[in-house]
């Protein structure tokens, strides 16, 4: 069964601006991790944000937890046309990650 | 440097006929093997996954079966492809134990069945 769900499904930006998607999900985790995936693509590692953990940055990229609310968020920040993909959030229950149904973003030049 | 290889990148077969998708690792020992399926702009759905050699643990039960026959070799098999069986697989391999490390999936192969 799909554990998280990403907010908005899509979301189209202009260069330069910042996006933001949001994942609910809804028994506790271990962490909630987040992926990319380039069209026709397998899965891209992105960044690991554990249940004691509120906030973590990786370059561009911010991440938000709030497991009283069983939410995150990912902020992309100064977006670039390489930025276009869909974003997955999963999270980590047991061995197994369970992946939610993505947010495609689309930057436009 | 860890590397995972999964093949064929695309593979058209016909309902009724057998099916074998191989995922291989490099570079590290007693990984997590996981097979995903994703349904055209959908989400991830778990089939199988593996903690060691000969070690499967199926998630959906379905059409189709997973194998491990070594440290590092994960197979995906079907006797008889249904056509709900299209879609694009991905394998992915994680570290060793119990979760907390993030998942490196292979460039999946996209299966059409007609």
């Known amino acids: 069964s799909q554990q998280g769900e990403e907010d908005p499904q899509a979301l189209s930006i202009q260069e330069g601006e910042n996006a933001t998607m949001n994942c609910s999900y809804k028994t506790s985790i271990n962490n909630l991790q987040w992926y990319r995936q380039n069209s026709g693509r397998g899965l891209v590692h992105l960044i690991l944000i554990r249940s004691n953990e509120r906030e973590k940055h990786s370059g561009r990229l911010r991440v938000t937890l709030d497991t009283s609310k069983k939410s995150s968020s990912l902020l992309i920040t100064a977006s670039r046309a390489a930025d276009t993909a869909s974003y997955f959030c999963?999270?980590?229950?047991?061995?197994?990650?369970?992946f939610g149904a993505g947010t495609t973003v689309t930057v436009r030049a | 440097s860890q590397t995972i290889h999964q093949w064929p990148a695309t593979l058209v077969q016909p309902v009724g006929s057998p099916l074998s998708l191989e995922c291989t690792v490099e570079?590290?020992?007693?990984?997590?093997l996981y097979w995903y399926r994703q349904a055209a702009g959908r989400g991830l759905q778990l089939l199988f996954y593996?903690?060691?050699?000969?070690?499967i643990s199926s998630e959906v039960p379905q059409n189709l079966s997973a194998s491990r026959p070594q440290d590092r070799q994960f197979i995906l098999s079907s006797k008889k492809l249904l056509l709900s069986d299209s879609g694009f697989y991905l394998c992915?391999?994680?570290?060793?134990?119990?979760?907390?490390?993030?998942?490196?999936f292979g460039n999946g192969t996209r299966l059409t069945v007609t």
């Open positions: 570079g590290t020992s007693n990984p997590n």
């Open positions: 593996s903690v060691g050699i000969g070690q």
């Open positions: 992915a391999w994680g570290g060793p134990g119990r979760g907390n490390s993030p998942l490196h």
């Open positions: 999963a999270t980590d229950v047991d061995y197994k990650l369970s």
